[in-house]
């Protein structure tokens, strides 16, 4: 079986047995962005992905295991919509310079402002390490992943007015956000039992994982601000989040 993974911190608990223990169920990993994953997938040039959740509400011939994913209840640290300090705080950016790896995070984003502001800015996807150095008077950026946490270590933050997508959404919605699931093709389904054995591998070895992040934020970033096991919320915020986008001419 070939299956896509993710380079993110977060996502290290649903891969864990994929990475150190391929040989369980033959698999060969392929390890890129969200975008590209979702992509190898359409063309059938792997099996199963972990990928943005907008991407199996936007292919019908895709369907995902519904029982785990990238979840939060609100504040996920991890994606961020980042404007100048200059920029007044209810203000629209002309542009928004967005990192190119995740369809969800770019759609949400869209969706937040089209629902709060009425605006659909223009948009750039550029490589994350670019995203920063973009974002200026008028001008707004988009980032995720480690990418994102990292950003939260600079000494300038105060130079920028931040916005956790995670705890927008959940704000104007009341529901927790799911950011990435396993998926695959309706015509090839892969048993449930195969991600669980991976995520209870990575839940088992939580420790280590936080252990080698090497962040003194990644124990609450792992532990508390997501979860893996999807509830009847997260789908049903699956479902709510579909007929949005759709109501807003983003799906």
């Given at each position: 079986m070939?299956?896509?993974?993710?380079?993110?911190?977060?996502?290290?608990?649903?891969?864990?047995?994929?990475?150190?223990?391929?040989?369980r169920f033959g698999t060969t990993a392929v390890i890129d962005v969200p975008s590209r994953l979702a992509g190898a997938l359409l063309e059938g040039?792997?099996?199963?992905?972990?990928?943005?959740?907008?991407?199996?509400?936007?292919?019908?011939?895709?369907?995902?295991?519904?029982?785990?994913?990238?979840?939060?209840?609100?504040?996920?640290?991890?994606?961020?919509?980042i404007r100048s300090a200059e920029d007044p705080a209810d203000s629209v950016p002309d542009r928004i310079w967005m990192d190119e790896g995740s369809r969800t995070s770019q759609a949400l984003l869209l969706l937040l402002l089209k629902k709060v502001y009425g605006a659909s800015p223009?948009?750039?996807?550029?490589?994350?390490?670019?995203?920063?150095?973009?974002?200026g008077p008028g001008q707004a950026g988009m980032l995720i992943g480690d990418a994102a946490l990292s950003f939260w270590d600079r000494s300038d933050l105060d130079r920028f007015r931040i916005r956790d997508l995670g705890q927008w959404w959940n704000?104007?919605?009341?529901?927790?956000?799911?950011?990435?699931?396993?998926?695959?093709?309706?015509?090839?389904?892969?048993?449930?039992?195969?991600?669980?054995?991976?995520?209870?591998?990575?839940?088992?070895?939580m420790e280590e994982i936080i252990q080698k992040a090497g962040r003194s934020d990644a124990r609450e970033y792992l532990t508390k601000n997501l979860h893996?096991?999807?509830?009847?919320?997260?789908?049903?915020?699956?479902t709510v989040y579909r007929g949005l986008l759709a109501e807003a001419g983003l799906l």
């Open positions: 070939k299956l896509g993974l993710l380079p993110f911190l977060n996502t290290q608990p649903l891969e864990y047995g994929f990475r150190t223990d391929p040989g040039k792997i099996d199963t992905a972990l990928i943005s959740s907008v991407e199996v509400l936007r292919h019908p011939e895709l369907t995902f295991c519904k029982t785990m994913g990238v979840c939060a209840d609100s504040a996920v640290r991890s994606i961020l919509y223009e948009r750039s996807s550029v490589p994350a390490s670019e995203v920063p150095s973009h974002i704000e104007l919605e009341g529901l927790p956000f799911v950011f990435a699931v396993w998926a695959y093709p309706k015509s090839n389904p892969v048993p449930d039992e195969t991600f669980e054995w991976s995520l209870s591998m990575g839940l088992s070895h893996y096991r999807m509830t009847e919320r997260d789908l049903k915020a699956l």
